[in-house]
């Protein structure tokens, strides 16, 4: 019996069968349908199949439609097929220029490929447990993902000369693979490539390659030697966390970045030549070596980067001038540290930099720093304040969670993205003034800031995640935007005095607002602004001087402002309107005028 969907055009895609044992033949027709495709996974690890035939009628062969299939022999195609063929029992293209599926229950310990092969497709060997050696020709320029991933008895691979991409997972759980000669050419080496390939004792990363990407070489327990590449630039993370047989690193000095965790673990790593460009290194890169161990009590440098605090830690730390960067976790858990002064020299701050730092009460961002990074500011309970600096696009995931002393926090427009449960708990924070350039209110963001009393979307944003304003208990007001089409799950749930909604458009049912939890903003009075800009008073499309005068009468009571007009005349949002808010506009007008 074989399952089956009907697709639009009235034919039948398989996507399993139940004999799943020994001969699988796939129908021309079923039911009246005839068969032209094979989902993605149908017949992945049926451990059973022997033999698989495909009709004529077949044009598609979904995603690891047979992967897994480690006892499959054979696989045959009808010489009428249009778009596949089989040699010597594995899957190909009509043209046979890539190999699409090698039949894993092959007992041959190695093979060779026909002349007319470009491409090998992914997980095209995966699993092919009796394959010892391989040589795969120059002509071939694409080896797909997890092509050779978990060929247990794999002891020998010649990678082609013109191959410039290693995909992810290309070579990993080969543990019998003791060498591995990576081509000039290759320009790219994806996450995971050799991770685990327990046998492999060392590696030259060719010059081409810029970037070494996560877990790349994980696990690689008996590498002992790693030459890099001069003009490699990162290091990812867990890149090589648990090559516990290398001892020393040199990174060249175009390494500007090592990734969390790259070096975890390397138990016996004793030296480090650092590089004179390293700024960027993330969390606790070298945990669990020799090197790290070793550290003394104090300010930890490697290179110009501080790297990490050892020991009690004192209220007052100053940077050395000429540090470029402070490390992910750095100054973590310092709990009396009070102020730590940084020079403009500083472009970087890893994750967790401050990461429960209880005592912290200022700091002074450096202006070269272009991001917050996920964890920096995790409860820095005393923090009162902090100022943004302007070239910061990107503000991470917690990175002010649970700051429960926060009350201002100055951000830039420059800022673009603000990260998961950002200013999660920062429950003394009043007012937030949101960057105009966010298009995405990330989940959980303002979740228990519960002294937050009004806060305003600007236009341009799309959506508002799941629990953004969660138990915020004094939210009286929100202004929401044009621009805005959904509002997830829970994002008002528990903002018991949330009164008045203010939109800028003429009907709120253009927002599709989940059902589930946000019973209090669906309560609420809805107050419409239309399109109205900020500052135009008269709604007549733009800010002039008669806006700035039509606040002047409403401050001297000459001619009192309706409530949708007193929204647009609040310029600076501080629920007053006054002579700020005319000097506001005659500051912009002048602006535009120059």
């Known amino acids: 019996k074989y399952y089956y969907n009907i697709k639009s055009d009235n034919t039948a895609e398989i996507y399993n069968a139940s004999n799943g044992s020994g001969l699988l033949y796939i129908p021309e027709e079923i039911d009246g349908h005839k068969v032209t495709s094979i989902s993605d996974c149908a017949f992945k690890d049926a451990l059973g199949l022997q033999e698989i035939s495909i009709p004529c009628t077949v044009e598609h062969i979904g995603y690891k439609a047979f992967a897994g299939c480690t006892n499959v022999k054979k696989i045959t195609v009808d010489k009428n097929n249009n778009f596949y063929s089989s040699i010597d029992g594995n899957l190909y293209n009509k043209e046979k220029t890539e190999l699409i599926r090698y039949a894993l229950g092959n007992t041959s310990t190695t093979y060779a490929f026909p002349d007319t ?115 490699l630039v990162s290091i990812g993370e867990f890149a090589f966390a648990g090559c516990k047989h290398i001892k020393s690193i040199s990174l060249p000095n175009s390494v500007v970045s090592l990734g969390n965790y790259a070096f975890e673990n390397c138990e016996n790593l004793v030296h480090i030549t650092p590089s004179e460009n390293l700024s960027n290194i993330g969390v606790d890169v070298f945990q669990g070596t020799i090197w790290e161990t070793s550290l003394t009590d104090g300010l930890n440098y490697l290179g110009n980067v501080a790297y990490k605090y050892k020991g009690d830690c004192p209220e007052y730390i100053c940077l050395n001038n000429g540090t470029t960067g402070i490390a992910g976790g750095a100054f973590s858990e310092c709990t009396m540290l009070n102020y730590l002064e940084i020079p403009d020299s500083v472009c970087y701050i890893g994750e967790k930099a401050f990461c429960g730092c209880t005592n912290l009460t200022q700091i002074n961002l450096p202006q070269k720093i272009s991001r917050i990074e996920a964890d920096t500011f995790v409860g820095c309970t005393m923090l009162n304040y902090i100022s943004i600096p302007d070239n910061v696009r990107f503000i991470g995931n917690r990175a002010f969670y649970f700051c429960t002393n926060l009350e201002y926090i100055s951000i830039p427009d420059t800022v673009e993205e603000i990260g998961e449960e950002a200013f999660y708990y920062c429950e003394r924070l009043t007012n937030f003034e949101i960057p105009v350039n966010i298009k995405h209110i990330s989940n959980g963001m303002f979740s228990y800031c519960q002294n937050l009393q009004e806060i305003s979307i600007p236009n341009g944003v799309i959506d508002i995640g799941s629990y953004v304003f969660s138990s915020c208990n004094n939210l009286e007001k929100i202004t929401l935007p044009n621009s805005l ?22 009907d709120i049912n253009n927002i599709v607002i989940s059902d589930y939890g946000n019973d209090s903003l669906t309560s609420a009075k809805v107050n419409y602004l239309y399109n109205q800009i900020k500052g135009d008073v008269d709604n007549d499309g733009k800010v002039t001087i008669k806006d700035a005068t039509y606040i002047q009468m409403n401050i001297a009571s000459i001619k009192k402002l309706n409530s949708e007009q007193l929204i647009v005349a609040d310029i600076d949002c501080d629920g007053d309107i006054n002579v700020l808010d005319v000097t506001a506009i005659q500051k912009y007008l002048v602006n535009i005028i120059a």
């Open 485 to 506: 089409r959904f509002i997830d799950y829970s994002a008002f749930s528990e903002c018991t005095n949330l009164s008045d909604v203010y939109y800028y458009g003429n």
């Open 117 to 231: 092969v470009n491409k090998i497709g992914d997980y095209a060997f995966y699993g092919a447990d009796n394959l010892k050696t391989i040589s795969i020709p120059d002509k071939v320029t694409y080896i797909g993902e997890y092509a050779f991933h978990y060929c247990l008895n794999l002891t020998e691979i010649s990678l082609p000369n013109n191959l410039e991409k290693i995909n992810c997972n290309l070579l990993s759980y080969c543990p019998k693979l003791s060498n591995i000669n990576i081509p000039s050419n290759v320009k790219t080496i994806d996450s995971y490539a050799f991770q685990n390939c327990s046998s492999l004792t060392s590696i030259t990363i060719p010059e081409n390659i810029t970037d070494i990407d996560s877990a790349v070489f994980a696990g690689c327990t008996n590498l002992n030697e790693v030459s890099l590449s001069n003009n």
